[in-house]
């Protein structure tokens, strides 16, 4: 780099003013928190990252220096945010995975919400939730995604990573418009901000889950077909 286009001495001190800023903010916010997942703690950090990724470039240009710091996905990180300062319109885009952990359990949930809406009426209803395509479609049906994600146990499914995108746009899309691939097309430079949950950011787990059932528990419950009294009650009208 040129001598030219070198960062000035006052700009990596405003670059370093800067960390300590996010740093302070950053302690905040986890002093405040208010849950495992607090959105706050998020951008916090976020932007502690991104302040110390400028500092760490332009110490670099500068004085031909580096910091210990390391930014976790630095490589996949989004471009920097380039949409508008006041957004008329979001869309949130979410992802979450899980896996089938208990089969009979995920159908006796699905045949209940079936009893429950058609109570004892002949024919309606019936062999609706009695393979584990139908059980998903019955409960996804019933039940918000967001109350299947705070009760997915009860439904006996195992969670596993989740994303969500916030992204800007200056109008709302046209109804129906995105609806065929709704995740297609998306300018990463619009992202307002992103949260990501994943096994493989917790350096405490070591493939031991300790929330996991017992495997001796886990096939007792795969043999038992009466599992009245290992489930939560569902009141498929209260949702």
């Not at 300590?20 to 495992?36: I, M, Q």
């Not at 429950?116 to 998903?136: C, N, Q, S």
């Not at 609806?179 to 990501?196: H, K, S």
Request: with cysteine; charged share 35%.
């Amino acid at each position: 780099m040129s001598d030219a286009a070198q960062p000035t001495a006052a700009e990596v001190r405003a670059a370093a003013e800067a960390v300590k800023t996010a740093l302070d903010r950053h302690l905040a916010a986890v002093e405040r928190r208010s849950g495992e997942d607090d959105p706050a703690v998020y951008e916090a950090f976020n932007q502690l990252a991104a302040a110390a990724e400028v500092y760490d470039e332009l110490l670099y240009d500068r004085y031909d220096e580096v910091t210990p710091f390391e930014i976790p996905g630095t490589e996949d990180s989004l471009p920097p945010y380039a949409g508008p300062e006041e957004p008329n319109a979001i869309s949130v885009l979410i992802r979450r995975d899980y896996a089938v952990a208990e089969p009979p359990r995920l159908l006796a949930q699905a045949q209940r919400v079936q009893a429950a809406e058609y109570g004892d009426v002949p024919g309606v209803g019936e062999d609706t939730a009695g393979t584990i395509h139908e059980a998903l479609g019955v409960l996804f049906g019933e039940f918000e995604p967001d109350e299947i994600a705070s009760r997915h146990k009860e439904f006996g499914l195992e969670e596993g990573d989740s994303t969500l995108w916030v992204t800007a746009a200056e109008e709302p899309a046209e109804p129906g418009e995105w609806l065929e691939a709704p995740f297609e097309g998306v300018d990463p430079q619009l992202v307002v901000c992103r949260f990501d949950v994943s096994a493989v950011f917790d350096d405490e787990d070591d493939g031991d889950d300790g929330d996991d059932e017992d495997p001796e528990e886990a096939d007792a419950l795969e043999d038992d077909l009466d599992l009245d009294e290992d489930l939560e009650p569902l009141d498929a009208a209260d949702r």
